[in-house]
């Protein structure tokens, strides 16, 4: 009888050892196919999630102005929007609200987004773009939306360029028909229209801004967020410490990369990766904010301290 007592006490034991792997917090993460959601793969790959008692999918999302629609229907909890297509959402009225950041503009990263430009032209100066057709793979975008901060810092009113939308994949194609004279574009993209003999960069703007403000954060809708706080707390957890991993343990962060967009592990090892920074500030957001007033992609003024969650 004691032999059994000692057996069901270990046994009671191993059932408050388990429970918080067992009480598990069910997330789907919903980012397009970027290293800005890098934090999030590698929680995911490296178990990180799952020690914080979360069971989390990462769910590809084609567009990143889809996911604040994605997260209000709660086809995902949580998501990873630009800052300006967060922006837009919430001035547009929809209730989401930032939980936790996931990259920020760097110094490194900063030298992938470029404007390439089609052979038989040179276009290398803000002034040089003036009447001429430039795509943009989403306008009012987060590519698009730091060309025309570009521009205007420069003395050059956009209104005198001719945007066009054109996705990621077609630009290739696009640019070797010389449909546009110019398409807004990054990494590893660039380098294969390179390869591709279609054109050359023109200028590395987002470089010459010199930022280091969000470019994507994880947000949520505001309703999910309020009824979850421990599922918040837990993946905040979570990315920070696989942040970490992200900035200084290149193998196992490429590999989580690869997995989830889908690409060649020699291609993502080959482009810069976003710098992961996992804290956020309402003032983090005043920035972009200001940018966007300026290009008048904002109706009001939003109120930041409402639209991060403490």
């Not at 050059?156 to 290739?172: K, L």
């Not at 930022?211 to 905040?236: G, K």
């Not at 690409?263 to 976003?274: F, K, P, T």
Request: charged residues 15%; contains cysteine; hydrophobic residues 50%.
């Amino acid at each position: 009888m004691r032999r059994l007592s000692v057996f069901a006490a270990a046994a009671v034991a191993l059932s408050f050892a388990i429970a918080p792997a067992s009480a598990q917090h069910r997330i789907q993460i919903g980012c397009t196919a970027t290293s800005d959601c890098a934090s999030a793969m590698v929680a995911i790959d490296e178990g990180i999630f799952r020690r914080h008692g979360v069971e989390a999918e990462m769910v590809r999302i084609g567009i990143n102005s889809n996911i604040p629609a994605a997260l209000l229907s709660n086809s995902i909890q949580i998501g990873g929007p630009t800052a300006s297509v967060f922006l837009q959402a919430a001035d547009g009225g929809l209730p989401i609200v930032a939980v936790a950041g996931a990259s920020v503009m760097s110094p490194e990263t900063s030298a992938n987004p470029a404007i390439f430009v089609r052979n038989g032209l040179t276009l290398t100066k803000p002034a040089d773009f003036v009447g001429k057709k430039v795509g943009a793979p989403g306008l009012g975008a987060y590519l698009h939306v730091l060309f025309v901060k570009w521009l205007m810092d420069n003395g050059v009113d956009p209104g005198r360029v001719n945007f066009v939308e054109v996705s990621f994949p077609t630009m290739t194609d696009v640019m070797r028909s010389q449909a546009v004279d110019a398409v807004v574009s990054s990494e590893p993209v660039v380098s294969r229209m390179v390869a591709a003999g279609v054109g050359s960069v023109g200028a590395r703007y987002v470089s010459e801004l010199n930022r280091t403000d969000p470019v994507i954060f994880y947000a949520a809708s505001r309703a999910w967020a309020t009824q979850n706080p421990q599922a918040v707390a837990a993946f905040r957890a979570a990315i920070t410490e696989a942040a970490r991993i992200v900035n200084t343990d290149d193998d196992k962060a490429n590999r989580a990369i690869a997995k989830f967009t889908g690409q060649q592990l020699a291609l993502v090892q080959s482009v810069r990766r976003s710098r992961s920074e996992p804290a956020l500030k309402a003032s983090d957001l005043l920035w972009w904010i200001e940018v966007m007033k300026q290009q008048r992609l904002l109706q009001g003024t939003p109120n930041v301290e409402q639209l991060v969650l403490p």
